[in-house]
């Protein structure tokens, strides 16, 4: 029976070929995540996450830092769903409009982290010798400097705090750790046949690494394009709320700078930060599945149903 | 003894870069940051200390000396541990208001990074042996869950419940107020009891990444031969996890022991901020709001040279248990 197994696991894999044929507009991938319970939770929370920022503009009050001496620190009403600031502001609207500025920071540095991550990691696998030594030793170095004190101090020398700033200086800072785990897959994928029969076939190293290993690990590139997007929103957001942000705009650490400024816990007020908390928890967590589900995606082994399935079918 | 020799020499360089990033920072930034702190001093402290307006150029730039000039003056003021004078803190130096609260951050951070790791990896462990048990489906996705909230947020939520609501914890401060810091029992009990809330607060934070990690490898040396052979020969199943799958499977995750020491380092920040803990993270957000650049400077060699002894210490370790890292 047991020798048997390997060859009945197709039948029961929750990945059947015919599926995504059935719905021709979905691309393959995304019908693969969506199969996936974890990566479809993720995929869900991150969803309704755009659809919020996406229509922002409509559900908000248009002045949301207007403040209101008649109708300050208030809790959570019909007429201010998420309660009110100690100036009288909105915070149902600061949080829904913070949503785009979290979003579109999360995703460009993110973007710019990956960008040099796997063109760095990639390269430097794939070329060895000494710019594989100088690319890792780099990493290992930037690894060991603690990035958010580093921040910190960037950020307190900065004077503009725009958000362009903070996606280069986020995505600069970010892409060591990155780098280092691309590395590590681009290495185990550089002695494979394929990687060899295109070196004798002539490709130029550019070819090989863009055209050939690239598009082989690009589920690994995908997970650490989520990694870093939500450990980029969090960076984000823990700096404003530090008070290293720009004060003068709409964020979600921006709500919960002012909430511990005014240190509105202690007087017992809750909603000036768990509104923007739970914004930002809720996208994390959507994120942070959406990366289980790649994983288990790509590695099987981690996956616990299909271990369940087959210990019933053996029996 | 070359492996040895190779990771001191790395270590070096790191310290290097680590000093001579905090150097060109300032340098590199925007607008000029010793102005900034000059026109912070008032006339009376300039008069006081004659050398200071060149101590702040030599530290931040800007000055009439060139760069090269700057950094040997700076390099030669590090090997005498003069960090410059704090000018939120004036007239302290730097190197004695980081000695002042450096103390609290460690205490803070090496008992919630030691709890965090024996927990997790005790978890992990468990989880993987029993695939789809209670730990497995309960614990793993509620330590994973809570990892992916910001630490502050779990800080603020746990002030607001546990402290403000419950009243089970104090939520200010080190100790109590009137107490003088010393050895004696009034201040460490009231220390201790102070500490209880952030030491958990981090403990939330970090618990769930060493659950994953070991997790995961467990679940690789499980379907070892060893393992099968071991449960073969009738062993008990708690001996053959932890003496033969999990003592294999905990060398991965203790690697990245000082990834995660580094990342507990930076939750620390943000927990002393919530808590008006009086720690090096606290002190960090203060400096850097306040443009106190010579103690924000201080504080970043300090944590940068913590991270890096705590990956030394890791390395060391290594080299005891794992005999394939001696032999190579």
Redesign the interface.
């Known amino acids: 029976m047991s020798q048997l197994q390997p060859l009945l696991e197709p039948e029961v894999t929750p990945l059947s070929v015919p599926a995504p044929r059935k719905h021709h507009r979905i691309p393959g991938w995304l019908s693969l995540l969506f199969e996936n319970p974890k990566s479809r939770f993720g995929l869900v929370l991150i969803g309704f996450m755009i659809l919020v920022a996406v229509i922002a503009p409509w559900i908000s009050v248009n002045n949301p830092t207007d403040f209101n001496i008649l109708a300050t620190r208030q809790a959570p009403s019909w007429n201010h769903l998420f309660g009110t600031t100690d100036q009288g502001s909105d915070i149902f609207s600061q949080v829904v409009l913070g949503t785009r500025r979290s979003l579109i920071l999360g995703a460009s540095a993110a973007l710019l982290a990956t960008t040099l991550a796997a063109t760095l990691g990639i390269l430097a696998a794939y070329s060895g010798g000494i710019i594989d030594e100088i690319v890792n030793f780099l990493t290992n170095v930037f690894l060991v400097i603690p990035t958010i004190p580093l921040l910190i101090v960037i950020s307190g020398y900065l004077n503009a705090r725009g958000m362009t700033t903070m996606i280069l200086v986020l995505g600069l800072t970010l892409w060591a750790f990155e780098a280092r785990i691309l590395r590590g897959q681009a290495l185990s994928l550089k002695s494979r046949d394929f990687v060899h029969a295109s070196k004798v076939a002539g490709e130029s190293t550019r070819r090989i690494v863009f055209g050939e290993i690239m598009p082989n690990m690009i589920s690994r590139i995908a997970a650490a394009f989520v990694l870093v997007f939500y450990i980029a929103l969090l960076v984000d957001a823990g700096l404003e709320f530090l008070g290293l942000g720009d004060t003068t705009h709409v964020s979600w650490g921006m709500v919960l700078y002012w909430a511990q400024t005014n240190s509105t816990v202690l007087q017992g007020e809750w909603w000036p930060f768990l509104f923007p908390g739970l914004a930002l928890v809720t996208t994390v967590v959507g994120l942070v599945f959406l990366l289980a589900g790649i994983d288990e995606l790509s590695n099987p082994r981690l996956r616990t149903m299909k271990t369940k399935k087959r210990k019933k079918a053996s029996r | 003894m070359r492996w040895f020799a190779r990771r001191c020499l790395?270590y070096v360089?790191?310290i290097w870069?680590?000093l001579t990033?905090n150097f060109l920072?300032?340098r590199l930034?925007?607008?000029d940051?010793a102005g900034g702190v000059l026109a912070r001093l008032s006339p009376s402290q300039i008069q006081a200390n004659p050398g200071i307006i060149q101590t702040y150029r030599a530290l931040l730039g800007g000055g009439n000396k060139s760069v090269w000039q700057d950094y040997i003056a700076y390099l030669h003021r590090l090997t005498h541990f003069n960090l410059g004078i704090s000018t939120s803190n004036y007239p302290a130096p730097v190197s004695e208001v980081i000695g002042r609260t450096l103390p609290y951050s460690i205490a803070l951070v090496g008992v919630a990074v030691l709890l965090a790791f024996i927990i997790g990896t005790g978890i992990g462990m468990i989880a993987a042996w029993k695939?789809?048990g209670t730990v497995?489906t309960v614990f793993v996705p509620a330590l994973?869950?809570l990892g992916?909230?910001?630490a502050?947020?779990t800080a603020?939520?746990c002030?607001?419940f546990f402290g403000?609501k419950l009243g089970w914890f104090p939520?200010?401060h080190a100790y109590a107020s009137g107490l003088v810091p010393g050895f004696n029992w009034a201040f460490v009990a009231s220390a201790l009891r102070h500490g209880e809330l952030p030491v958990l607060v981090i403990m939330a934070a970090f618990t769930g990444g060493w659950v994953l990690n070991m997790r995961?490898v467990m679940?690789?040396t499980i379907s070892e031969d060893y393992v099968a052979m071991a449960q073969a020969k009738g062993l008990k199943d708690r001996r053959v996890m932890t003496r033969y799958a999990g003592r294999n499977a905990i060398l991965p995750p203790l690697n990245g022991f000082?990834?995660q020491f580094?990342g507990a380092?930076?939750?620390l920040?943000?927990v002393e901020?919530?808590f008006s803990y009086p720690g090096a993270g606290l002190t960090?957000?203060q400096?850097?709001?306040g443009?106190d650049?010579p103690l924000?400077?201080g504080?970043?060699l300090v944590?940068?040279f913590a991270?890096?002894v705590a990956?030394f210490a890791m390395d060391m370790l290594n080299f005891l248990l794992d005999p394939r890292v001696r032999a190579s």
Do not use: C, H, K, S
Request: no cysteine; proline share 7%.
């Open positions: 790395f360089f790191a870069v680590a990033l920072l300032p930034m925007p607008g940051p695939r789809g497995d994973m869950g992916a909230f910001p502050f947020f603020l939520l002030v607001y403000l939520i200010q995961t679940i690789n000082a990834a580094a380092v930076g939750g920040v943000f901020y919530v960090l957000q400096a850097a709001l443009n650049y924000t400077q504080l970043l944590f940068a991270v890096i990956n």
